[in-house]
């Protein structure tokens, strides 16, 4: 099983500042999820990395893949009371491997 | 499209007692994979069934089964209930034959169990 290992764990921060999270492994993916949990629901895809060295966008939200292709970084610029929630990374292999998330707090 | 829908959503059992639970896939989605979310755990992987076979299976008891119909709607059944059961089960579908190999899961909105 490849490990996923998230940091940090909980970050509560104030409407309009910045956020990055974690996700780390000793082993190389072929590729990286990043998903969205709300109170209640079940994860959403927000999106995949693929390539080492990718930067892809999403509105407010930068993810990037690492060179190696063993860790990924997710940025909220700005962040609004709307981006709580839990954010988990996860690495497909036969199975999709999940990290154990990072649980963002946006105060207003 | 609809998006992938779970029943019940929420269940309340006792110890012994056993659970079936009920998983609609996307329209045209023919992989379903099951998960347990729990605070401790986090999300596991239970199983994944494609065209009515299960394709993989995670370290769960034998407890835990479940089963794939023609029209790849999915149920999964918790037999001889645990309190370490209560969970939030997740059931995913994907379309594997859609040319993406990501393993790009879309979530139902979970099934709450809590065993007394």
């Known amino acids: 099983t490849q490990l996923l290992e998230q940091s940090p764990q909980f970050l509560s921060i104030q409407e309009g500042e910045n956020l990055t999270v974690y996700c780390n492994s000793s082993?190389?993916?072929?590729?990286l999820q990043w998903y969205r949990q709300e109170p209640g629901e079940g994860p959403v895809l927000l999106v995949t990395?693929?390539?080492?060295?990718e930067v892809k966008k999403l509105k407010r939200l930068t993810f990037q893949f690492g060179d190696a292709r063993k860790d990924s970084s997710l940025h909220i610029t700005a962040a609004q009371p709307g981006d709580t929630g839990l954010y988990l990374c996860?690495?497909?292999?036969?199975?999709?491997?999940f990290g154990a998330g990072t649980t963002v707090t946006v105060r207003a | 499209k609809a998006g992938v829908t779970q029943t019940p959503r929420y269940l309340i059992k006792t110890r012994g007692q056993q659970v079936t639970l009920s998983c609609s896939p996307i329209s045209g989605h023919r992989s379903v994979s099951w998960y347990q979310q729990t605070p401790g755990q986090g999300l596991q992987f239970l199983f994944e069934?494609?065209?009515?076979?299960?394709?993989n299976k995670g370290n769960f008891p034998g407890r835990f089964s479940g089963r794939q119909f023609s029209n790849s709607r999915s149920e999964m059944n918790v037999s001889t209930l645990e309190l370490g059961d209560s969970a939030l089960y997740l059931c995913?579908?994907?379309?594997?034959?859609?040319?993406?190999?990501?393993?790009?899961?879309?979530f139902g909105p979970g099934t709450r169990l809590t065993v007394l």
């Open positions: 069934y494609f065209s009515e076979t299960q394709r």
């Open positions: 990395v693929v390539t080492g060295g």
């Open positions: 996860a690495g497909p292999s036969y199975k999709l491997s």
């Open positions: 995913a579908s994907n379309d594997p034959l859609s040319g993406r190999n990501y393993n790009e899961q879309f």
């Open positions: 082993s190389v993916f072929s590729s």
